[in-house]
């Protein structure tokens, strides 16, 4: 089993929705949870970082964690077609690498 | 201009050649990362350094190895490049000064081919 596991989807909504994004992890160690997006064959960029259980939000954007039960997600409102891209949860510990999920695949219809 | 480039953006090399894929950053962070990404298996850790002189490694490091030659410069190397090594390689950059933890920094990514 992953460390981290993220439904590698595709996710098909319509544009102006609401979507969530979600991950699960095992490791009781990690201590911080990020969110990268990737467009086709460009490098991942930082979305979201939360230290801690809770929410956090930027614009159209909510990180929100659950340390109880290893949950973490991304909602994402008011969804656009320029949002369709690869999602990658990642979580981590001290200054070792980032473990990552495998992504989600999310197309916004127009 | 980008903060985190990777050179060569693309490479196709033959089995057994030996082959460097170079990283450098404007950034000014002190630790950098080797990844690789494969479908469906995601993004994997290869290797990480703390500074020019403290070298570690990651989850998948058989078959690679890296130099730290400064503070900016981190090279990832296959000294005998096998065909299931063919992946799409990024480098990643942090900050040790950031209290809250270790967000990284991709660069662009160099599509490696093993014929």
Redesign the interface.
């Known amino acids: 089993q992953?460390e981290v596991e993220?439904d590698?989807g595709p996710l098909s909504v319509p544009e102006g929705a609401i979507v969530s994004l979600n991950c699960t992890y095992s490791n009781s160690a990690f201590?911080?949870f990020?969110w990268?997006r990737q467009y086709s064959?460009?490098?991942?960029?930082?979305l979201m970082?939360t230290?801690s259980s809770g929410n956090k939000e930027d614009g159209r954007f909510t990180a929100q964690v659950d340390k109880s039960s290893k949950y973490i997600s991304l909602f994402i409102r008011d969804s656009q077609p320029s949002d369709s891209a690869t999602y990658?949860c990642?979580s981590?510990k001290?200054?070792?690498?980032?473990?990552?999920?495998?992504?989600t695949h999310l197309i916004i219809q127009p | 201009d980008a903060d985190v480039t990777q050179t060569p953006r693309n490479r196709i090399t033959k089995t057994g050649k030996r082959i460097m894929l170079e990283c450098s950053q404007t950034k000014g962070h002190d630790r950098m990362y080797w990844y690789r990404q494969d479908p469906g298996l995601g993004l994997r850790l290869i290797y990480y350094s703390f500074d020019v002189k403290d070298i570690n490694k990651g989850e998948i490091s058989d078959g690679y190895s890296v130099s730290r030659q400064a503070q900016a410069k981190f090279s990832l190397s296959l000294e005998s490049a096998i065909p299931n090594q063919t992946a799409l390689y990024f480098c990643a950059t942090s900050d040790s000064l950031r209290t809250s933890g270790n967000e990284q920094y991709f660069g662009p990514g160099t599509r490696l081919t093993v014929t």
């Open positions: 992953k993220q590698p201590q911080y990020m990268y064959r460009k490098g991942p960029e930082l970082y230290y990658l990642a981590g001290g200054a070792d690498g980032l473990t990552f999920g495998k992504g």
